[in-house]
């Protein structure tokens, strides 16, 4: 018997109700209510045999936990806390904003240019959260779609149907990505159906849903995502296979469109890709320079896992080299590489080998990282430049992003069998690097001789590598000049000016971060915490002062509250070009269960960090310097490190297994909601 859901049925959150309801497979009977009039009750309002639920959230919780096996609240207690923590996020950090300046857009409440000034910007703020957080994860938790999905969904829908133009869509194009994957599920279109983007595009949906979408057939001026499938755009629309998002969407749309306005879009992505390629290829060629190179596995964003751009990318890299130009481009055709690019549909991948180069076979190169996942190699292919390809399945946990990096690391072990690639204890000259955020290898190589040994890593700062990669791009002769380029071009009172706005920015941080990890606390019985923050940049004295905000008392009658978490066990981790900064914290109400040294230390031995001197049982720092020729980058090390500290807190029964029902409990979520 469907139980009765009393709501508005255009509301986001009924919306939110109805997706988690088809997942768990529990029927629901709407009963429409208007959102204004005389009722004094809430809505919506879910009425069950024992009793009623009322508030969207509450209910979406109770249905998603009423089938484990459908994977709505997670998998283990650790993924249903994340799934709380984003779901408190997207409640307090998104929907409050969005209906500030969502609701004077449709005429519900009277405009306030203050109020929708200060909503926008606090709007995008949110969104670039979501972005960094979506970078590296294809769903909000885990593998597959949970309730934090859901949530998300629902809370930016009405912004982007209402007011997240294309020119602001394009600058979160991780949170694009995320929303047309969730849009495209058959449990989300048919209850959304076609959701028509604000500027008139459309966004990703499958074919379960066209029935919803028939009335819509408008032209449609932008969209970020539409080029994601060059592949595509040739086939008509209405013939697309239904369970590829990213394909739906660009047959829709382009069904919309003229054949110039595709050729035009084609054109502008060909040259985002061969400029992309272009500046890849001065990177890797000065990389050569310094430390002999002679083979290089990275990934390039532009091409979003079209094999026909992703090879217009490759050739841009190889092109010979201008000297006398300005901006110089290519000029690393002496050097074999493998690249990658991930897309919706695949992960794509090229191999090539120039001319001379022996002991090596593309073919078998390519074969070898393809055969990882079961892909397959192109047509026509050569000994010297072999294509493949990796399909996506959700079925299996096959999803591009995820596979990118196994993918790379089997690229270099082939490399490695071969003789091409030094392992640690090999001091022979040629080298390979294998690091996937390679454009910032070259700063990085350059601070790492900078760090210090010492706690006191000030001179690791963004600013100089900034300033030195500039310069790298302007041709400039060695990495010395980089180096002292930048600081003879401060004046000591403006780097100390730097210097105090930098603290300032890292204890407002730090203090917002206090003010969550207390509301975790009240929420869950949070005793212990583990996360990371981006301010101190691996600067210890700049964490160390995030730590100390975070711990500061909070003063309730403040209108922006700070701190207020010294009563929370804490190890937090900041990545810079350098290092991996770590201080742990231990509160006074745990002396008897913990020593801030021991777990300090513990984490820092998993990469041969050290512990610094002066720490003490009650608070300890210690950092993990970076090393290019061992594939130690801060920001690898960063999630291994986390991991590490929340099985120390295990082991010491401070952290429930999954099937430890004690209400302690610890979240160790890196991407805990946080400005």
Known sequence: MPMKLFACPDSYQTKMVVIASKYVGMEVEPVPQSSGGA??????????????????????????RMRRDVGLYGQNLLEGGMI??????????????????????????????ETIACATEDVKKALGVLDKHLLYNTYMVGHSITLADICACCVLLDGMTHVLDAKIRKQFGNVMRWFNLCIAQPEFASV?????????????????????????????????????KDAAPKQKAEGSKKGKAAKEEASTQNAEKTPEQLAEEKKKKLKKVIKEGGKRGVEIEGAADMGGLTFFCTSVDEPEGDMELLDACMTAMNEKSDPSEEERKGGSGHIGKMIFSAGSEQLSMIAYLPPGQEGISAID???????????????????????????????????????????????????????????????????????????????????????????????????????????????????????????????????????????????????????????????????????????????????????????EKSDPSEEERKGGSGNVGKMIFSAGDAQLGVVAYRPEGQKDNIDANAWLKTVLDLFGGKVCEGSTADNATGFITADTNANKFPLKMKEPCITEAISYLKKKGLFPDNDDDDDEMVFGDDDFPSM
């Open 39 to 64: 009722q004094d009750g809430r809505i919506p309002v879910l009425e069950t045999e024992q009793g009623c639920i009322f508030s969207s959230v509450a209910i979406a919780r109770y249905i998603s």
């Open 84 to 113: 709380d923590s984003w779901i408190e996020f997207c409640t307090h950090e998104v929907q409050v904003p969005m209906c500030a300046w969502v609701l004077p857009v449709t005429e519900v409440y009277e405009e306030a240019p």
């Open 192 to 228: 959304m159906g076609a959701v028509k983007l604000c500027g008139g595009a459309t966004a990703g949906a499958p074919e379960a849903s066209k029935d919803l979408a028939a009335p819509k057939k408008e032209a449609a001026p932008k969209k970020e995502a539409a080029p994601k």
């Open 365 to 551: 190169w390519l074969s070898a990282v393809v055969g990882l996942f079961g892909g397959e190699a192109c047509d026509g292919n050569t000994q010297a430049y072999a294509k493949g390809f990796i399909k996506a399945d959700t079925n299996v946990n096959k999803f591009p992003l995820k596979m990118k990096e196994p993918c790379i690391t089997e690229a270099i072990t082939f490399l490695k069998k071969k003789g091409l690639f030094p392992d640690k204890d090999d001091d022979d000259d040629e080298m390979v690097f294998g690091d996937d955020d390679f454009p910032q290898v070259g700063d990085e190589a350059e601070v790492v001789e900078e760090a210090p040994p010492a706690p006191e890593p000030e001179p690791v700062k963004e600013e100089p590598a900034k300033e030195s990669k500039k310069a790298g791009k302007k041709g400039k002769k060695g990495k010395k000049e980089e180096e002292e380029a930048p600081a003879a071009e401060k004046s000591p009172e403006d780097a100390a000016e730097d210097r105090k706005k930098k603290v300032k920015k890292v204890k407002k941080e730090g203090g917002k971060r206090g003010v969550e990890i207390e509301g975790a606390a009240d929420m869950g019985g949070l005793q212990f915490f583990c996360t990371a923050v981006d301010e101190p940049e691996g600067d210890l004295e700049l964490l160390q002062m995030s730590m100390d905000a975070m711990n």
